[in-house]
């Protein structure tokens, strides 16, 4: 017997009892499943959970642990952070990679010390208005800090929303008004409520609807899934490619900002070239760095993490 469920755009009008059907499973799942992770603690406030969204875009719980442990420990407010010479973000970030996220956090929390005398702003449109901060980490903080109602979309999310409610394995390459739309149709009318389902999905995503081998058997919500009850076809989208790192710019940049991070003074050019054979990509890198603010050219043919 072959079971057919016709699959639904983000735009198609939701079942009147689609979203209640939803939120009670995920969000009980969550309360047993959740990880216990410090940014989920209420010690964390605001500012750590500021810290986490920039530090696990595009980087793993793992790496971020350590990182976002000692973050915290020398700098636990806003105003620390923003005392303190950007290059000391980017020597701090370590490898968690894509530096700029360090530049944009440090700018981010000196516009806080000078805006809202140091503190977190609770306001969607406030936290929009911060340097390096986009709707998504705007939703997030609001909505993981301080229980407010907004949909919150990462990777994780869109993931989960496709499969459970359009029926198809991915969602698109980016982020849609479509999507944001069915988010927002999703959301539990009371605020609390639609915290815990922001980050009750979000863990979904990340622990049981995962994008290569998801495990359907634990999924709270197998039953009602869309993609599951279709079949579970396959992506017939743009191909999925994975992405690289071995002997591209980014990991040139990355033995360069090593370098300047374990230095206390500035690197001479000589230092610097010994990081990478192929002379034009190590410019290029170089370049770069420059370029992003990670890194400040000084006369002499010497390089520093930036001070201003």
Excluded at 136 to 141: E, I, P, R
Aim: aromatic share 6%; proline share 9%; net charge positive.
């Amino acid at each position: 017997m072959t079971t057919t469920t016709t699959t639904r755009t983000p735009d198609e009008a939701l079942p009147e009892s689609a979203p209640a059907a939803l939120h009670t499973p995920v969000i009980d799942w969550f309360r047993t499943h959740a990880r216990d992770l410090p940014w989920r603690r209420p010690e964390a406030g605001a500012w750590g959970v500021m810290v986490s969204e920039f530090m696990l875009q595009q980087t793993p719980v793992s790496r971020v642990l350590p990182v976002y442990e000692q973050w915290l420990a020398r700098w636990p407010r806003p105003a620390d952070l923003a005392a303190e010479a950007p290059g000391e973000a980017v020597r701090a970030w370590g490898r968690l990679g894509y530096p700029r996220r360090a530049l944009r956090l440090h700018a981010a929390a000196a516009a806080i010390t000078e805006r809202h005398g140091g503190e977190v702003p609770r306001d969607h449109a406030k936290l929009l208005a911060l340097p390096g901060i986009g709707e998504y980490t705007a939703a997030a903080v609001a909505s993981f800090a301080y229980g407010r109602r907004h949909a919150v979309l990462d990777t994780n999310v869109r993931r989960v929303l496709a499969r459970a409610v359009t029926g198809t394995q991915y969602p698109p390459t980016a982020t849609t008004a479509a999507e944001r739309r069915l988010a927002r149709a999703l959301l539990p009318e009371d605020e609390p409520t639609a915290a815990v389902w922001a980050a009750a999905t979000m863990e979904l995503g990340a622990l049981v609807c995962t994008a290569r081998t998801p495990g359907c058997g634990r999924c709270p919500i197998a039953t009602q899934c869309a993609w599951r009850l279709a079949g579970s076809p396959a992506h017939d989208g743009p191909p999925r490619r994975g992405q690289t790192y071995a002997g591209t710019d980014r990991q040139v940049r990355g033995r360069l900002l090593a370098v300047l991070r374990e230095a206390v003074e500035p690197v001479p050019q000589a230092v610097l070239d010994a990081v990478w054979d192929e002379p034009v990509q190590r410019a290029r890198a170089l370049d770069g760095l420059v370029a992003d603010g990670l890194v400040e050219p000084l006369d002499g043919g010497v390089y520093r993490l930036p001070l201003t």
